[in-house]
């Protein structure tokens, strides 16, 4: 028996998860390494932004996943591996061998590479930060104390749909209140990397929605409340979104043959389940009237940086 331990239920993983399930591989015993039960949609996540999902409706189930794809589940993040010992070290102490480990840890915001920005701007990667925040603005702005100056950093695809989700929500929950946003973009147009089509309509909604472009402008430094402009100017916010592409991951996974086995593997041969059904659905719960929207394909970047695309 070949042991292949999953590191990170991101959408990569999870694909992977539900082809065991369709297609198992005998000799194959699965492990799961994840800090979270569950794995936010990123499709759907400015749909959830602008209250048309809930949070149930736009995460994926691991753990109904894992049990149909007879995976074994352990609830941690890895801090490390040993790969000429073949171990995972995982934050709670445990340790596991493996014969073959995947590492889809997921991305970092580039926020770290601007002076400012990892303190006073709020990164949408990881996901799972990024929405325990926006539900906290969503109460305030029901009690009235909703942030009122809203900037966002990146052109791309998911500031200009984020910014879009962010308005229509604080809108709808404070309809009398007055917000301003801007959006920043090194770029001279948004959505860069998309057909001149798509750049003048959505140029066209952003204007008629009353958001200010700051376009082939870079954001040098933030302060508290403050985007500084390479060349002079500012941009006053009190919530700054950062939303300028995805970065390598660093220090997360630590890879050393040094690191030495600390606990016993787990083995919980009880958390292993048969397959369910042939054509199961493991979002937490369906939307409710709506199917979520279908995962739509992007153009491959060269690079895992790209300042005007997805994180
Ligand atoms: C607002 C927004 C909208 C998007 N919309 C689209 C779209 O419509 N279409 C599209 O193609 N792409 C879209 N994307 C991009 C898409 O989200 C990413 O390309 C995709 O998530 C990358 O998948 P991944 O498996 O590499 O990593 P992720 O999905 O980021 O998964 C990484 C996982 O690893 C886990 N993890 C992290 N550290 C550890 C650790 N140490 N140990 C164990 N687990 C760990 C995290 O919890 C996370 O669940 C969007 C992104 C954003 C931000």
Known sequence: MKRLVLLGGGHSHVEVLRRFGTEPLTGTELVLVSPYPDSPYSGMLPGWIAGHYTRDECHIDLMRLTRFANCRFARSACNGINPEARLVFCEDGTTLPYDVVSVDTGTRSPAFDTPGAPEHALPVKPVEH????WDEICKRA????????IAVAGGGAAGVEMLLAMQYRLRKLAPLAEFSFDLVSDTGSILATHNIKVRTIFTRVLEQRGVTLHLGRTVERVDRCRLRLRGGGSIEADTIVWATGASAPFRRVRTCASLRRRK?????PRSRASSASARPSFFRKASRS???RRWRQQTPSPSTRSPAGKS
């Open 290 to 292: 709506k199917q979520p």
């Open 142 to 149: 029901v009690r009235g104390q909703a942030p009122r100056r």
């Open 264 to 268: 016993p593997s787990i083995s919980n």
């Open 130 to 133: 990024f929405i325990s925040v």
